[in-house]
């Protein structure tokens, strides 16, 4: 009986370890500053994490909210930095600073195994945070790579889900082309290889107000089952 009982929690500790070793590390990324009540997009988010964290609450997880984190813009100072530091060229303090930003937060992309990203469409495309957030991803040699034959994607490996709310119905054949934050999105992450994210949408809320409640309740049915299983 003592030689069962110390097999079998050899074992259960064996189970342990390997589950420690595959345990998924997850990044939830978060573009909009209004509360979720009165953002959808910041309820859809919410709702996300709370479902996935209670399926899994043993995941690593990371959660960046792009408003609070009053990111630099990614321009001149952080371009020429990366380009000197691939010639060996010595940089400038504030292009050494540029550059351990974007290497901060592109790091800690690539080692994600599971990335979620929540937004709203503003004015037809993302809020400005997670254009900058996407720029600082956008690197040659570590999302993507140039050949011959055009830019191949370096990140496809990765399980991506986009969360996208707007007000207004894009839907239609007239309103499709004007959406320009979803199809941003996915668009960045198909050139950097990651062609099967799974896309949950709430959208007419705001056009149609007398079936806003039952548009947003029944989103965010979906959005627990994608989390459920994600």
């Known amino acids: 009986m003592g030689l069962f009982s110390s097999l079998f929690g050899k074992k259960e500790e064996n189970t342990k370890v390997e589950e420690n070793k595959t345990m998924s590390k997850v990044l939830f990324v978060k573009a909009n500053d209004r509360p979720a009540e009165q953002a959808v997009s910041s309820k859809m988010y919410e709702t996300f994490v709370s479902t996935y964290k209670e399926a899994n609450p043993n995941t690593e997880i990371t959660e960046l909210d792009l408003f609070a984190l009053d990111l630099p813009y990614y321009g001149n100072i952080a371009i020429s930095g990366g380009y000197k530091r691939s010639q060996g060229m010595e940089l400038t303090a504030e292009e050494e600073k540029a550059v ?131």
Do not use: C
Not at 160 to 174: F, H, I, K, T
Not at 206 to 216: A, G, L
């Open 100 to 230: 351990a930003t974007v290497d901060q937060y592109l790091n800690q992309f690539l080692e994600a195994d599971k990335v979620v990203f929540a937004f709203p469409l503003w004015n037809f495309t993302v809020p400005a945070p997670l254009i900058t957030y996407i720029s600082y991803l956008s690197q040659a040699g570590k999302t993507f790579k140039y050949t011959a034959n055009g830019p191949e994607g370096l990140a496809g490996g990765k399980k991506v889900v986009v969360l996208g709310a707007r007000g207004s119905d894009y839907s239609s054949e007239q309103m499709a082309p004007m959406e320009m934050a979803v199809n941003y999105v996915t668009t960045v992450l198909g050139f950097w290889g990651i062609t099967n994210p799974e896309t949950v949408v709430i959208e007419g809320h705001n056009q149609y107000p007398d079936r806003s409640q039952q548009i947003v309740e029944e989103g965010l049915e979906n959005v627990k089952k994608v989390a459920a299983k994600f």
